[in-house]
T-cell receptor, first 109, second 113 residues
């Protein structure tokens, strides 16, 4: 089968750094997305990785290791508005998008 | 923001009734998707479309049908709604399935009593 594993919930402190991990086992790989979803809202696109390495976008960075089937999303200088769920999704060899269940991130003052 | 409109935004109906959800886009994107999202599950694909009148099943297609008669509209129909279909339904669009992100509508909260 195909699956994506993410921690269910994480807690971090305002101003700190948090790393959300995603491991995947899929039939092939054609890219990985990270999305942010605030409660009661739609998912919004954060980042895309297709090659190994780190992609940086402001306070958010995403890392990929294809050989390890592993990615992480790094959030720096956490703000209260970063409280949300973070979804990892992988494009497999059939160009299907396989979604993880998401990680709920709670930010405390 | 991508121009995607879902209607209705909320609906409560009874078991056994037909329900149609509409997704309308103004981006002229080729690909459109219907997902459901339930607590403890990731987004699960119901059906998708890769062009006008071209549709295919996703992983949870039983009990659902779709139609796409125009590029901009993708309809999801529950022929005879059941309580297990109570969920939040999201429509998404993308330019291609290769490396382009999907952009989501605001969702429809559907309750089947």
């Amino acid at each position: 089968g195909q699956n994506i594993d993410q921690p269910t919930e994480m807690t971090a402190t305002e101003g700190a750094i948090v790393q959300i991990n995603c491991t995947y086992q899929t039939s092939g790989f054609n890219g990985l997305f990270w999305y942010q979803q605030h409660a009661g809202e739609a998912p919004t696109f954060l980042s895309y990785n297709v090659l190994d390495g780190l992609e940086e976008k402001g306070r958010f960075s995403s890392f990929l290791s294809r050989s390890k089937g592993y990615s992480y999303l790094l959030l720096k200088e956490l703000q209260m508005k970063d409280s949300a769920s973070y979804l990892c999704a992988v494009i497999n060899s059939n160009y299907q998008l396989i979604w993880g269940a998401g990680t709920k991130l709670i930010i405390k003052p | 923001d991508a121009g995607i409109t879902q209607s209705p935004r909320h609906k409560v109906t009874e078991t056994g009734t037909p329900v149609t959800l509409r997704c309308h886009q103004t981006e002229n994107h080729r690909y459109m998707y219907w997902y459901r999202q339930d607590p403890g599950h990731g987004l699960r694909l119901i059906h998708y479309s890769y062009g006008v009148k071209d549709t295919d099943k996703g992983e949870v297609s039983d009990g659902y049908s779709v139609s796409r008669s125009k590029t901009e509209d993708f309809l999801l129909t529950l022929e005879s709604a059941t309580s297990s279909q109570t969920s939040v339904y999201f429509c998404a669009i993308s330019e291609s399935e290769q490396g382009q992100p999907q952009h989501f509508g605001d969702g429809t909260r559907l309750s089947i009593l």
